[in-house]
């Protein structure tokens, strides 16, 4: 009697895996939802349905972005942790949902770390020190010895509060041991009006938004915050070589899936994205953007959000930043 239990377990367990592997073979086998924490048309959403629309013929079925904006990603976050591991929700995340957010936002109680498995980068963007040309800076050494002469008196521009634009901002202070007044504009296009009609000082701003300005001289680009020298401007200095030794921010971005996703899934999603990060159109489509992209793993992405999630959280006690309902 105990022999045929063993066998009937024995024929169980062996059917059921079976039938795992016959999953894994088929995924995916339905159409596959890619959750944006922003609205249409931001950086985050652009590169999103880039690499969504080319994963589509990949993969054989339809890749569809969907956009959750509110508390900067964290909605979307939210929606995708909690969604089933099995590879039909991934998430274009950033530097600001996976690494500042979840620092400010308690109340989303929101562990990135955990909640996430990562599957490939999709792209790094470097930011612009812009100033108006009215300001009397025209190096990053300008801009520290008006801000220590007159304390609190600068002001820079972002588009909202944990954005990459805000963080550097409040990186590039506490590194050069300055006080700057930081505004929050409900976006990067309304900031950097401002910053063009002379009601701020400054902006850290995404590159491809303002490169234009600064071409056509309206604005004053002083140093990109990148490690090395952007290809799409190599005439700009970096903030380190010039100013401030080791200094670098960017924005990334990386397709994320909730955590417990079986590996064989995930490591299917990463060869696709890599994939479609080396084909020539999306290649120029980012090089357009002022991005960069370069071959990733999974364990790769997982150390990156980990090192940000601590550089970030050390600038967010640095400089005593608060969420609003967090005060």
């Known amino acids: 009697m105990g022999t045929r239990h063993m066998f009937a377990s024995l024929v169980l367990a062996a059917c059921l895996s079976q039938q795992v592997v016959a999953q894994a073979t088929r995924y995916p086998d339905r159409p596959v939802k890619m959750l944006v924490g922003f609205s249409a048309g931001g950086g985050t959403d652009v590169i999103a349905r880039i690499v969504a629309q080319k994963m589509s013929d990949g993969l054989g079925q339809s890749v569809l972005v969907e956009n959750r904006p509110g508390a900067s990603g964290l909605i979307a976050g939210d929606a995708v942790a909690k969604s089933a591991p099995d590879g039909y929700t991934l998430m274009m995340g950033s530097q600001t949902t996976l690494a500042v957010a979840p620092q400010l936002y308690r109340k989303y109680s929101s562990d990135p770390a955990k909640d996430f498995s990562g599957v490939s980068l999709a792209g790094v963007s470097p930011l612009v020190l812009v100033v108006h040309p009215s300001v009397p800076a025209h190096s990053v050494q300008d801009v520290i010895a008006l801000a220590k002469a007159s304390p609190g008196r600068i002001n820079f521009g972002s588009g909202g509060l944990g954005t990459t634009p805000h963080m550097a901002g409040e990186l590039f202070a506490v590194t050069a041991g300055i006080k700057?007044?930081?505004?929050?504009?409900?976006?990067?296009?309304?900031?950097?009006?401002?910053?063009?009609?002379?009601?701020?000082?400054?902006?850290?701003?995404?590159?491809?938004?303002?490169?234009?300005?600064?071409?056509?001289?309206?604005?004053?680009?002083?140093?990109?915050?990148?490690?090395?020298?952007?290809?799409?401007?190599?005439?700009?200095?970096?903030?380190?070589?010039?100013?401030?030794?080791?200094?670098?921010?960017?924005?990334?971005?990386?397709?994320?899936?909730?955590?417990?996703?079986?590996?064989?899934?995930?490591?299917?999603?990463?060869?696709?994205?890599?994939?479609?990060?080396?084909?020539?159109?999306?290649?120029?489509?980012?090089?357009?953007?002022?991005?960069?992209?370069?071959?990733?793993?999974?364990?790769?992405?997982?150390?990156?959000?980990?090192?940000?999630?601590?550089?970030?959280?050390?600038?967010?006690?640095?400089?005593?930043?608060?969420?609003?309902d967090e005060r």
């Open 180 to 324: 700057m007044q930081h505004v929050a504009y409900r976006g990067e296009a309304p900031a950097i009006n401002d910053l063009l009609g002379g009601q701020l000082h400054l902006i850290f701003a995404n590159l491809s938004a303002v490169i234009g300005n600064v071409r056509a001289g309206s604005l004053r680009a002083l140093a990109v915050t990148s490690a090395q020298r952007s290809a799409a401007a190599p005439d700009i200095p970096t903030v380190a070589e010039t100013a401030l030794p080791g200094f670098e921010a960017a924005t990334w971005f990386a397709v994320v899936v909730p955590a417990g996703t079986p590996r064989d899934v995930v490591l299917r999603l990463n060869a696709e994205v890599q994939r479609v990060l080396v084909q020539p159109d999306v290649q120029q489509r980012s090089a357009d953007l002022g991005m960069t992209s370069e071959a990733s793993t999974p364990d790769s992405v997982d150390a990156l959000i980990r090192s940000e999630i601590g550089k970030w959280s050390q600038v967010i006690r640095d400089a005593d930043i608060r969420a609003p």
